[in-house]
């Protein structure tokens, strides 16, 4: 039955549209619906514990970058990376699908905003390949597979690209990667090439990857990992002479059917988005920054001053769950909402959520809470992407968290079912309700 779930999904929609050339479209699914039976899915505690070790490491990011991790790296053989905690940056992240090699085969993949290279499990697994849905990449098996030479600008590119000092095997030949999340998940393997297509159509015929000898973490038992990036290393950035700079998503909600997809290339939507700028922002240039400016319950701003939104730079992120706000303006938000569900039951904090009802999303009216971002647009927020239902305890709890220092994080559940373009080439970021119909 699982497999069968699993085979709906992969063969499901036809992932090129035939009529637009140079678009890229990718379903897009929920690992919770993906990796059936439930058994294998994460558990809520799972999830919020491994959120705030993405926030953790999305922060030291910002606040380090340009200090480059230096880990030490024997010669022709693959670091090891202390393993704590067994929880990985997989779990809140969406997947889909990619084609690589000759002939190309299928593989499911994390999508990330937050990361660069892209990278999958692949034999002989050196050192370590965690248990993953469906076969493992055998480079034997590609007739098109090549290895990148240190000595190239791809390789010395990863330190930009991963953070991470890249190696180089004993006889001087081959480039290693090495992809660390801040948590107990990376994948440190060889930096390679090969044929990337999406159905019958090739792409790239030499997209630039890793091919990971060492990986350990959850990833939601998918294959690797897709980097979407602002970095041109990223699969944005190698398919971007293509298709245009350009990217637009919509993340389907786990409890309902409707389906999500990713877009690569420049949006060629009918509906009509509200634009805010990306914002260049030069502490790690690779990820997405926007201003947030107001947020507002039902017809009133939560009046905090201009001032505390500024202090903190604000991302926009694929793969973290929870929003993060600077404290007072999630104090101020966290009061309204409490105001205008006055006559909910409270229930107690529950881990980093500590604005919480007796009940679920549904059973709760509707504080109507807008996020305003700059030059106006607003995200206007449905139930779904306010509140987190807590199912085994019988609580929903407001989908936002302060504490994070100065950086914000627009996570997850406020992007759900909306359309979300990343306009990368002309710099503006839009979203429009009911992308994933
Ligand atoms: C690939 O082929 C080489 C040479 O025949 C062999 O040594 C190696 O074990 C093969 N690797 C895999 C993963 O099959
Ligand atoms: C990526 O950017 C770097 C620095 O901006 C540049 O040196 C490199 O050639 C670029 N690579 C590609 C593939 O465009
Ligand atoms: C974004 O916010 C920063 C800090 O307040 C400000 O300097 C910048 O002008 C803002 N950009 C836009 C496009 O609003």
Same mark, same amino acid.
């Given at each position: 039955m699982a497999f069968l779930l699993l085979l709906f999904f992969l063969l499901?929609?036809?992932?090129?549209?035939?009529?637009?050339?140079d678009n890229i479209i990718l379903p897009l699914h929920h690992p919770q619906l993906v990796y059936s039976?439930?058994?294998l899915s994460f558990t809520v505690d799972d999830i919020i514990q491994s959120d705030e070790y993405r926030v953790k490491n999305l922060i030291s990011r910002i606040q380090y970058s340009g200090e480059v991790e230096q880990k030490k790296m024997s010669e022709g053989s693959f670091v090891k990376i202390p393993l704590d905690?067994?929880?990985?940056?997989?779990?809140?992240n969406f997947v889909t699908k990619i084609q690589l090699g000759t002939p190309a085969k299928e593989y499911i993949m994390v999508v990330d905003t937050g990361s660069t290279l892209t990278w999958l499990q692949c034999q002989p697994c050196l050192v370590s390949c965690y248990d993953q849905e469906g076969p493992l990449f055998n480079? /034997?098996?590609?007739?098109?597979y090549s290895t990148v030479a240190c000595s190239s600008s791809d390789c010395s590119g990863l330190v930009k690209a991963t953070l991470n000092k890249p190696g180089c095997t004993k006889d001087g030949d081959v480039c290693i990667y090495v992809a660390s999340y801040g948590d107990s998940s990376f994948s440190v393997g060889y930096l390679v090439k090969d044929r990337l297509s999406f159905g019958?159509?090739? %792409?790239?015929?030499d997209f630039t990857y890793g091919c990971g000898q060492n990986n350990v973490g959850?990833?939601? %038992?998918?294959?690797g990992l897709i980097g979407l990036s602002? /970095? /041109?290393?990223?699969m944005l950035g190698q398919l971007s002479t293509k298709v245009g700079k350009a990217f637009t998503y919509c993340l389907p909600t786990f409890k309902s059917t409707s389906s999500g997809y990713l877009s690569i290339g420049s949006s060629k939507s009918t509906q009509s988005f509200s634009y805010t700028p990306l914002i260049q922002n030069s502490?790690?240039?690779?990820l997405y920054y926007v201003n947030l400016t107001d947020i507002t319950v039902g017809s009133d701003?939560?009046?905090?001053?201009?001032s505390a939104y500024a202090a903190a730079s604000t991302i926009i992120d694929s793969g973290t769950v929870i929003t993060r706000l600077p404290t007072s303006v999630y104090v101020a938000l966290s009061k309204a909402v409490s105001k205008s569900l006055s006559k909910h039951t409270k229930a107690p904090p529950y881990s980093i959520l500590d604005t919480c009802f007796k009940g679920t999303y549904r059973s709760l009216s509707d504080p109507k809470i807008g996020l305003v971002f700059a030059?106006?647009? %607003?995200?206007?927020?449905?139930p779904i992407n306010m509140f987190y239902d807590i199912d085994y305890k019988g609580i929903t709890c407001l989908a936002f968290a302060g504490d994070s220092g100065d950086v914000a994080i627009i996570g997850n559940v406020q992007q759900l079912t909306f359309s979300f373009s990343y306009d990368v080439a002309n710099s503006r970021l839009g979203f429009a309700p009911g992308g994933c119909t």
């Open positions: 499901g929609p036809s992932t090129v549209s035939s009529r637009s050339i039976p439930p058994s905690s067994g929880l990985s940056l997989g779990v809140g480079p /034997n098996s590609s007739t098109t019958k159509s090739t %792409k790239l015929p959850l990833f939601g %038992k998918a294959g602002k /970095n /041109n290393m990223s502490l790690d240039s690779s701003s939560i009046s905090v001053p201009a030059d106006g647009a %607003k995200l206007k927020l449905a």
